[in-house]
Nanobody, 123 residues
Framework: QVKLVESGGGLVQPGGSLRLSCTAS????????IGWFRQTPGKEREGVIC????????FSRDLVKDRFTISRDNVKNTVYLQMNNLKPEDTGVYYC????????????????WGQGAQVSVSS
């Protein structure tokens, strides 16, 4: 059974940085499409940044462009979400997700999910 375990969330001041990790078992993240999604109270889960299984295609929401990046460590079977220059509106629960192939950065296209990590940006 595929399992994704997230870590690295927390409270950070505006302008700070955080890195979320997502480690997998029973699936090769190096050959999977990766998505990071965010959910805030009262809103639907939204795709923040996604990359294709070969990293040739990607999507990132305009509000996080040039601030958020995805990276992989294939030896550790772990993917990361590096978040820089964080803003209060980045607050939410972040989920990593995988799919065999990347089509759209929409949650219905992803098949395995982490448990979520709370990111809070506040002074």
């Amino acid at each position: 059974q595929v399992k994704l375990v997230e870590s690295g969330g927390g409270l950070v001041q505006p302008g700070g940085s955080l890195r979320l990790s997502c480690t997998a078992s029973e699936i090769n993240l190096g050959a999977s499409a990766i998505g990071w999604f965010r959910q805030t109270p009262g809103k639907e889960r939204e795709g923040v940044i996604c990359t294709s299984e070969d990293d040739t295609k990607s999507f990132s929401r305009d509000l996080v462009k040039d601030r958020f990046t995805i990276s992989r460590d294939n030896v550790k079977n772990t993917v990361y979400l590096q978040m820089n220059n964080l803003k209060p509106e980045d607050t939410g629960v972040y989920y990593c997700a995988t799919a065999p192939r990347f089509y759209y950065c929409v949650d219905t296209w992803f098949t395995a999910w982490g448990q979520g990590a709370q990111v809070s940006v506040s002074s």
